[in-house]
């Protein structure tokens, strides 16, 4: 008897939470269909804030930093936390203390100082050189920076669940370094490739505060335009372009419950 | 083909681990060398010079930045930082404490259902997370805002002024904290949790019977792991925490995030945006020293990787 209760109340309380995580979400998704410009009263259904949001040529610009950043910052740290996660694996048994301080310091730098060390650097630089002027280029640098050390951990433990004679069968099987990288090193870690890349590419399409204090006045994101928006005010089309972010997100937690069921069969 | 020496093609060896550590750790060593140690170290010394006329730092190195979070400005002395440092502290606090609070029976919730649904219960938790948290709180901002049912039915309780709004305020603050953290705390203490001795639990209750004491006695410290974990995800990036005050706050829900951003912004005092900076990396180191000391005399020294 006591126990059905706390099943129910546990229950309750699992409800409760799911209505709490999801009624905002759900709130810019309904009011994105508004007809009015308002975020109290909903009027009539309608598309309008969509076709503006396709005229908004500040919009797609910042649609399109947002993918230029995040791919290629996402290739630069594969190419450099793929070394790196090789060679902590390969030297392991050294003393690489160090290094891994100074691996895993971009995980618990809170994000705002990480944000506002890389923006002073940056800036006395470029006073100093005149190179580094903020923009793309230091946004990438930037983000290349906190990517590394999630792609190396990656890549590591993929190797540490190898069995350790593979390298040896494969020092036999393939003379040349170059082919023994080419045929038996990529393809034996391309699904930490995969994964590390695309953990990346998520890590820097959500970024916000790294990116807002390393933007230059052309190099706006998605976010970044979002909360200029918000703070200037103009928020009409913000219900429709978070819409359309929301259910990007949706559909990559579909897939990625389709893929675990895929992989556990 | 000359027949080398064993010491011979042992120092080759050596050369060429050597050589093969230069060619896979020094490159990313290297960036992160410059675009990392070097920035946070130029930012550290920052703190330590005078403010210019520009906001940029000026010999001579000083304290003076220290003492200006402390509250002595030109003026005398004021609490206005202290009260920003002491309401970051607070929010921290009562965020960590209210997402404790939901995520526990939350997390076990998901424990106590079928096998092949806990994945996806646990995605559903997760998954909101995954939208930029500027987004978020946009939402929360659409909901709070002066107008909107919230808004009316806390006008009509009395909890707040007339047409005031619930948004902003260091409600919707802490609020925010909570909505953004909360999967934090659910993912250690769901993994703490399935790993549950449930023998101990029904011991406890054939002994004790109370529901409370089974549940200190026998479940918490079997999730004392898992707490110790989310609380550390938690409570440091809130302390931080930049965007949620920001959006939800106004001008008095203001954290230390946002008194360091603004003196590199508007403000422009990059000595005492620096010295709150450092200020937030002690805490961090703290926080982070702390939790594994009590973890490593409670024995559970697992850890969680999200």
Request: charged share 10%; hydrophobic share 55%; glycine share 8%.
């Amino acid at each position: 008897m006591r126990k059905r209760t706390l099943t129910r109340g546990l229950a309750g309380i699992w409800w409760v939470t799911l209505f709490f995580l999801y009624v905002p979400l759900f709130v810019i998704v309904l009011f994105s269909f508004n007809s009015a410009n308002s975020t109290a009263i909903f009027e009539r259904f309608s598309l309008a804030w969509y076709r503006r949001l396709f005229d908004n040529e500040q919009i797609i610009n910042a649609f399109g930093n947002s993918l230029v950043l995040a791919v290629s910052s996402s290739i630069v740290a594969l190419v450099i936390g793929c070394l790196i996660g090789y060679g902590m694996y390969r030297h392991r048994h050294r003393k690489l203390g160090w290094l891994i301080v100074l691996i895993y310091l971009p995980i618990v730098l809170p994000d705002i100082v990480f944000g506002i060390s890389e923006m002073a650097f940056f800036v006395q630089i470029h006073a100093w050189t005149g190179l580094l002027q903020p923009g793309l280029g230091t946004m990438i640098i930037a983000h290349v920076t906190f990517q590394i050390p999630f792609v190396a951990l990656i890549v590591y433990s993929r190797f540490v669940g190898l069995d350790p004679t593979l390298f040896e069968a494969a020092k036999d099987l393939y003379a040349s370094p170059l082919k023994r990288v080419v045929h038996f090193m990529v393809p034996t870690i391309k699904p930490a490739l995969i994964s590390a890349f695309f953990l990346s590419f998520t890590l820097s399409i959500d970024d916000f505060v790294i990116s807002f204090f390393t933007a230059g006045p052309e190099s706006a994101t998605l976010p970044i335009y979002i909360w200029s928006a918000i703070k200037k005010g103009v928020t009409p089309e913000i219900n429709a372009i978070a819409t359309l972010m929301i259910g990007a997100v949706a559909l990559a937690a579909v897939l990625s419950m389709l893929f675990n069921r895929q992989g556990r069969r | 083909m000359l027949q080398s020496s064993p010491m011979a093609w042992r120092r080759r060896a050596v050369v060429s681990e050597t050589r093969h550590l230069l060619f896979s750790v020094a490159p990313g060593a290297v960036w992160i060398f410059i675009f990392l140690v070097l920035p946070s170290a130029y930012l550290m010394g920052v703190a330590f010079m005078t403010n210019g006329p520009y906001g940029l730092p000026q010999m001579p190195l000083s304290l003076a930045s220290f003492e200006r979070l402390a509250g002595f400005g030109f003026l005398g002395w004021s609490p206005g930082n202290l009260y920003t440092l002491l309401r970051s502290l607070w929010q921290t606090l009562v965020s960590t404490a209210l997402v404790v609070i939901i995520a526990y029976p939350v997390a076990y919730y998901i424990t106590t259902c079928r096998e092949k649904w806990r994945p996806i219960l646990l995605l559903l938790v997760v998954v909101p997370s995954w939208t930029n948290q500027v987004i978020r709180a946009f939402g929360w901002m659409n909901l709070l805002a002066p107008g909107t049912p919230l808004s009316d039915l806390a006008d009509a309780l009395g909890l707040i002024g007339p047409h005031m709004g619930l948004y902003p305020s260091n409600f919707a603050v802490t609020l925010g904290l909570v909505y953004n953290f909360l999967p934090f705390m659910v993912l250690p203490l769901y993994a703490a949790f399935e790993k549950l001795d449930t023998a101990q639990v029904e011991a406890a209750q054939d002994l004790y019977a109370n529901p409370i004491r089974a549940f200190w006695h026998a479940v918490f410290p079997q999730t004392l792991p898992g707490l110790l974990a989310g609380t550390v995800l938690v409570a440091i990036p809130a302390f931080g925490m930049y965007v949620i005050p920001e959006l939800l706050g106004g001008g008095k829900g203001m954290m230390l995030g946002n008194l360091v951003a603004n003196q590199f912004a508007e403000s422009s005092n990059w000595p005492l945006g620096a010295a709150g900076a450092i200020l937030m990396l002690i805490a961090t180191f703290i926080g982070l020293f702390a939790m594994r000391r009590i973890g490593k005399r409670l024995g559970g020294g697992e850890e969680v990787v999200i």
